[in-house]
C-alpha cells in the first residue's frame, strides 16, 4: 500500500512539474490598467509579449536589486500576465504594479508580497524570495517598450500591435 501511494504522488509531483515547464514560454496577453488609462492596454503582439514573462523577469533591472518604495507611487499601472491553459482558455499567471517616474528617471517595478491578493497567483507561477513584497527599479528596456505602449493609448492610436 505505501509502494502504490509512494508511486501516485511521484506521478503526480512528475505530471505537475511537466505542466508547469509546458507553461514556461511566451504569455499569449498582457493587459496594462490603470485609472489614468481610458481603456486598459491589451497586448497580443509576441515580440512584445516575449518581454512581459515572469519566467525571465525581463521587467525588472536584477542588478540593483531591492530598492526603497518610490516617493510618489502615482501614477500606479497594474500588469497583468496570462498564457492559455490546456483548454485554451486565458488564464492569470503573474501581477506586477508599475509606478513611472517623472524626468526620465527610471520607474519602480512592485512585486506583490504575502499581504497583497495578488501573491498567490504569482507564487504559483514563480516564487521570488526575498523580492515578492519589495520594490525593483525597471528595466530600462522593458520600460521603454511599456512607455510607447503608454504613448500609444494616449495618442489614440492602436493598442494591440500586429
Keep these: 500500500m505505501r509502494t502504490i501511494l509512494q508511486t501516485t504522488i511521484a506521478t503526480l509531483v512528475l505530471l505537475s512539474w ?39 523577469g525581463k521587467f525588472i533591472d536584477w542588478k540593483r536589486g531591492v530598492v526603497p518604495a518610490p516617493t510618489d507611487q502615482k501614477p500606479q499601472f497594474e500588469v497583468l500576465i496570462y498564457v492559455k491553459s490546456t483548454r485554451g482558455d486565458l488564464r492569470l499567471i503573474y501581477t506586477v504594479m508599475y509606478c513611472p517616474q517623472p524626468d526620465n528617471r527610471t520607474g519602480y517595478i512592485y512585486l506583490p508580497g504575502k499581504d497583497d491578493s495578488r501573491y498567490s497567483t504569482n507564487v504559483s507561477t514563480i516564487l521570488r524570495d526575498g523580492d515578492d513584497g519589495k520594490w525593483h527599479l525597471a528595466n530600462t528596456a522593458w520600460e521603454a517598450t511599456v512607455k510607447r505602449l503608454l504613448e500609444k493609448e494616449k495618442s489614440g492610436s492602436t493598442l494591440v500591435p500586429h
Design 18 to 56: 511537466l505542466g508547469s515547464v509546458h507553461a514556461k514560454g511566451i504569455p499569449n496577453l498582457v493587459v496594462i490598467k490603470s485609472v489614468k488609462l481610458q481603456h486598459p492596454i491589451e497586448i497580443t503582439d509576441r515580440e512584445t509579449l516575449n518581454e512581459f514573462s515572469p519566467w525571465s
